[in-house]
């Protein structure tokens, strides 16, 4: 171990395994050195612990000193109060524990079913430490950062990832849209699992811009090969200089009745107006939407709603809402090639979709579009899964898809009749998991929230949402009060399923030309590449 | 050693000893070390007390000095006064060495009586206060002294004899609020007379 090297901090006085410990440091020590979200590290008597800084307290021995404090301006009596009378405690949540015997050197960190005893040194964690329980840069573990205020690498388990859903939250503007991109490429990387991404600003396929106006690159440029871009607008795809690879039109014989349920709030329709869709779609089988949106003849109108018994101003209001899809400039009556199998296709090729949506950034837009396709793959996975099961074959890709504002598929009033809602609930079962993000959590569906394995999330202000985001881990108080003291910008929480305990951290730096290198291999830009084939050629 | 001899046992207990100036007046200062033997054992003490008086306990000396010019003059003109006076220190015992081990706790016998009693010299000071274990039995005895008068002028005497006396005082100011941790009182009281 490496006590030698590691800086001591003080001893541990009292705790108990609900609670954390107290740490009283040591008068060499000052408590403005301190910082929550740091690693420490416990000698036990016969076992190591790993902990987290979760506050930070000052303690007196004897209450007449905060009554009648001492002269401060003697730097004499401060000196000697530091540490002995008044001094500073840390509370540590210990979250991991190493024991000294071989198997337990071979198992590696498990989790605490114990704490340290008394007066068992606490040092800051260092590089190795960290190490030890996150792991290197290997085939799977991909950088997604460094531990706050540490120079160590961070590294995740990306194939431990994609077994779970995973969610990234955060109030905008907190740096989830750059910490996205990079989670993609670690997934694109060092997994095998394949991406759907939703991508409804435009941001991860082709390029984007930071806030200071800076260009950055998304997928595709850096990984030309393993990236497809789906666009559902050509025309804005163009316009920024992107080349889609296909082109997404939808007929109108592929909405489904669930495709509006789901849609009910945002196309502002009655609970009677869902209930006339499914009646409607029995009547006219699969091209229902056509057909309801162009009866024209009242007396035919009269007769089909006294028939199905639907009210008159019902059905105005499905008009109306159905009428908001029609405009939809995607939606067309008749569609040559079929945008779920062009999808399928490239997912079991290993390559990654983006579908950008272009122009068409409103949400009823993004809701049906990305609800639509999911469920064909939804069942298309189920199928496949199933048929692997029973006959023995080869399992699907494992795939994630990428879902933005999360909380308009999740919440508690869809959650159950969106494909999302039940990705969530149990599609890893089929080999699908989900990547959301959002804003506000709290929004999501409790259950659907439970189910995300590993949560990634940046500074948020909303009480309602942190406790959402936090629910049902223990330790959820010292947790909260790691993630209220996060930067506005570039530093979140990761804590779930992936990670053997929680860390706040500094995501990797995204947008340079030095930051893609790093993504490359042995630095094999496309660009380089393309120049060394030219020399090649050149010379023979 | 040429150590100083600053007077002789006359009374004496395991705790605390007293001695007689073989000068009138000669007492060490308060807080100062110094030491006793007790056959091959060397018992250290510090001054918490000096008195002068008559040697006859019901004889008070009365003022002489209505006549004279100063202060010098009353003395001169009545030497005898020299003789029948006598100063006195009390000193309570820290310490001992014994078969070249240095303790810091109580010697197993009291020091003998007529035993000469030395002024230890700085390096004998500093080498017995580079452990602070003294301080628990200054911080735990009942005497007539204010405590913190005591164990300010100690440590006040022995930072004299280090080669860092801030660092000293610090170091024993640490020990200090250690000791006296429910007491912020006294411990303030101590510091601010031995503030460097």
């Known amino acids: 171990m490496s006590e030698e090297r590691a800086q001591r901090l003080g001893i541990v006085t009292t705790g108990s395994l609900n609670k954390g410990v107290e740490v009283k440091l040591d008068s060499s020590i000052s408590v403005e050195d301190m910082a929550v979200g740091r690693y420490v590290t416990i000698e036990g008597e016969k076992r190591r612990f790993f902990g987290m800084i979760t506050d930070i307290s000052l303690g007196v021995t004897d209450p007449n000193i905060t009554l009648a404090p001492p002269d401060t301006s003697d730097p004499f009596i401060t000196e000697v109060l530091a540490g002995t009378s008044t001094f500073g405690t840390i509370h540590v949540s210990p979250y991991l524990t190493i024991g000294g015997d071989v198997t337990s050197q071979v198992e590696g960190p498990q989790p605490i079913k114990t704490i340290p005893r008394h007066f068992s040194t606490v040092n800051l964690a260092d590089d190795q430490d960290i190490e030890l329980v996150f792991g290197q840069e290997d085939e799977t573990r991909f950088r997604i950062g460094n531990p706050l205020d540490m120079e160590t690498k961070l590294c995740i388990n990306m194939e431990r990832l994609v077994e779970r859903s995973t969610g990234i939250f955060g109030k905008s503007g907190t740096g989830k849209t750059f910490f996205t991109r990079l989670l993609l490429i670690g997934m694109l990387q060092k997994s095998r699992a394949v991406n759907l991404i939703f991508d409804m600003h435009n941001e991860y396929g082709w390029k984007s811009r930071t806030e200071t106006g800076t260009e950055v690159k998304a997928l595709k440029p850096l990984f030309q090969s393993q990236v497809a871009l789906f666009s559902l607008d050509e025309k804005n795809s163009r316009q920024r200089g992107a080349s889609p690879d296909f082109v997404v039109r939808i007929g109108y014989d592929e909405i489904e009745p669930e495709d509006i349920s789901l849609l009910r709030q945002t196309l502002n329709l009655t609970e009677p107006a869902v209930e006339a869709v499914y009646q409607l779609r029995r009547r006219f089988g699969k091209n229902w939407l056509q057909q309801s949106l162009h009866i024209k003849d009242s007396e035919e109108r009269g007769d089909l709603l006294s028939d199905l018994n639907i009210h008159e101003s019902t059905f105005q209001n499905l008009q109306r809402g159905l009428a908001t899809i029609e405009r939809l400039p995607f939606i067309e009556a008749q569609v040559p090639t079929n945008a779920v199998s062009n999808i399928l296709a490239q997912l079991d090729k290993g390559i990654n979709v983006v579908l950008e949506f272009g122009r068409y950034r409103d949400i009823t837009a993004y809701i049906l579009v990305a609800n639509m396709l999911a469920r064909r793959i939804y069942a298309q996975y189920q199928e496949r899964t199933e048929k692997a099961m029973g006959e023995g074959g080869a399992e699907p890709k494992p795939l994630v898809i990428t879902i933005e504002e999360a909380h308009k598929f999740l919440n508690p009033e869809v959650a159950s009749q969106t494909i999302f809602g039940t990705i969530a609930r149990e599609m890893r079962k089929y080999n699908v998991t989900l990547l959301v993000i959002d804003q506000r959590p709290s929004g999501i569906d409790e259950e659907v929230m439970s189910q995300i394995g590993t949560k990634i999330t940046f500074l948020m202000d909303n009480e309602r949402d942190v406790d959402s985001v936090l629910s049902g881990i223990s330790g959820k108080s010292e947790l909260k009060s790691v993630l209220a003291k996060l930067a506005s910008k570039q530093q979140a929480l990761i804590f779930g399923h992936a990670v053997p305990m929680p860390v706040a951290f500094q995501p990797t730096e995204y947008g340079s030309a030095e930051s893609y290198k790093d993504f490359l291999p042995g630095g094999d830009t496309p660009t380089e590449k393309q120049a060394e084939k030219d020399i090649e050629e050149l010379w023979g | ?196």
């Open chain 2, 1 to 196: 050693m040429n150590e100083a001899r600053a007077g002789e046992v006359i009374e004496a207990s395991t705790t605390e000893f007293v001695a007689q100036c073989y000068e009138l007046y000669q007492s060490p200062p308060l807080g100062r070390l110094v030491k006793t033997k007790d056959g091959p054992v060397d018992i250290y003490a510090i001054v918490y007390q000096a008195t002068t008086s008559s040697l006859e306990p019901g004889r008070r000396p009365i003022a002489r000095g209505q006549d004279e010019e100063n202060e010098e003059a009353v003395y001169r003109s009545s030497p005898q006064l020299l003789k029948l006076l006598r100063s006195e220190f009390s000193a309570l015992v820290v310490g001992h060495r014994q078969d070249e081990g240095l303790y810091h706790y109580l010697a197993p016998k009291p020091a003998r009586i007529h035993g000469f009693v030395h002024l230890c010299s700085p390096e004998e000071t500093k080498e017995f206060s580079q452990s602070l274990g003294f301080l628990n039995i200054l911080v735990n005895t009942h005497l007539e002294v204010p405590l913190e008068e005591l164990i300010s002028a100690a440590l006040r005497q022995m930072s004299a004899a280090q080669e860092d006396p801030r660092s000293f005082l610090v170091a024993a100011g640490k020990e200090l609020a250690i000791l006296l941790g429910g007491e912020f009182n006294r411990l303030k009281a101590v510091l601010e007379r031995i503030r460097a």
